[in-house]
T-cell receptor, first 113, second 112 residues
C-alpha cells in the first residue's frame, strides 16, 4: 500500500520568504505525483503534477516541485511567497495504474503581510 | 469544458436518518469518479471509486455506500447515519491514462 507523509502541519512565513514544503511517499513502483491547494473557502485545485520526464515541474502561481526518486520525495517550492498563498497544501501519490490517489495530511501555510 | 457539481453544499441530519449526496460531471464521457472524506489534519481519505456504470470499489469499510446509476452520476448514500459520519465529503473525476483528478466544491455534513 502506498502512503504519503507531509512533514509540516503548519508553516508560518512572512511575505517574500522562500517556501519549501516536504513530501515523502512510500511505493515501490512507478508513481504519479501531485500537489493540490485549497484556498480558504474554495475547492481543492491542482497546483502541479509529475507523470514522467523532467523531474522539476512547474505549476501555477510560481510554484515548482522536484521529484527525487532516490529519496522518494516531491517537495514543493516557491522562491517568494505572497499573502495570497495562504492555503492548505496537499501532496498526493498515484501508484501504478489503479487511479487511486493517496493524500498526505496537508500543510497549512499562513503568509503574514 | 468539464465541470463537476456536488449538492447539497451543507447538510445537517439527525443520527439514524438516511443520506444521499449527489455528484454529476459534465463535458466528458466515461470518467473515473471518486468520493473522498476530508477531515481536519488528516488529509483526504478515499472512500469509493468507480471506473464505469455500476462498478464501485470500496476502500474503507463503513456505514456508507456508493452507486453509479449513470455514466456521469455518482451518489454517496447511507441507510442510517452515525455521529462519526460527520465530515466534509468531496467528489472528484478524472479521465484514464495519466490525468489528474478534479474536485467538486464538497458537502459539509453535520450529524446531530
Amino acid at each position: 500500500a502506498q502512503s504519503v507523509s507531509q512533514h509540516n502541519h503548519h508553516v508560518i512565513l512572512s511575505e517574500a520568504a522562500s517556501l519549501e514544503l516536504g513530501c515523502n511517499y512510500s511505493y515501490g513502483g512507478t508513481v504519479n505525483l501531485f500537489w493540490y491547494v485549497q484556498y480558504p473557502g474554495q475547492h481543492l485545485q491542482l497546483l502541479l503534477k509529475y507523470f514522467s520526464g523532467d523531474p522539476l515541474v512547474k505549476g501555477i502561481k510560481g510554484f515548482e516541485a522536484e521529484f527525487i526518486k532516490s529519496k522518494f520525495s516531491f517537495n514543493l517550492r516557491k522562491p517568494s511567497v505572497q499573502w495570497s498563498d495562504t492555503a492548505e497544501y496537499f501532496c498526493a501519490v498515484e501508484g501504478g495504474s489503479n487511479y487511486k490517489l493517496t493524500f498526505g495530511k496537508g500543510t497549512l501555510l499562513t503568509v503574514n503581510p | 469544458s468539464q465541470t463537476i457539481h456536488q449538492w447539497p453544499a451543507t447538510l445537517v441530519q439527525p443520527v439514524g436518518s438516511p443520506l444521499s449526496l449527489e455528484c454529476t460531471v459534465e463535458g466528458t464521457s466515461n470518467p473515473n469518479l471518486y468520493w473522498y472524506r476530508q477531515a481536519a489534519g488528516r488529509g483526504l481519505q478515499l472512500l469509493f471509486y468507480s471506473v464505469g456504470i455500476g462498478q464501485i470499489s470500496s476502500e474503507v469499510p463503513q456505514n456508507l455506500s456508493a452507486s453509479r446509476p449513470q455514466d456521469r452520476q455518482f451518489i454517496l448514500s447511507s441507510k442510517k447515519l452515525l455521529l462519526s459520519d460527520s465530515g466534509f465529503y468531496l467528489c472528484a473525476w478524472s479521465v484514464p491514462n495519466n490525468q489528474p483528478q478534479h474536485f467538486g466544491d464538497g458537502t459539509r455534513l453535520s450529524i446531530l
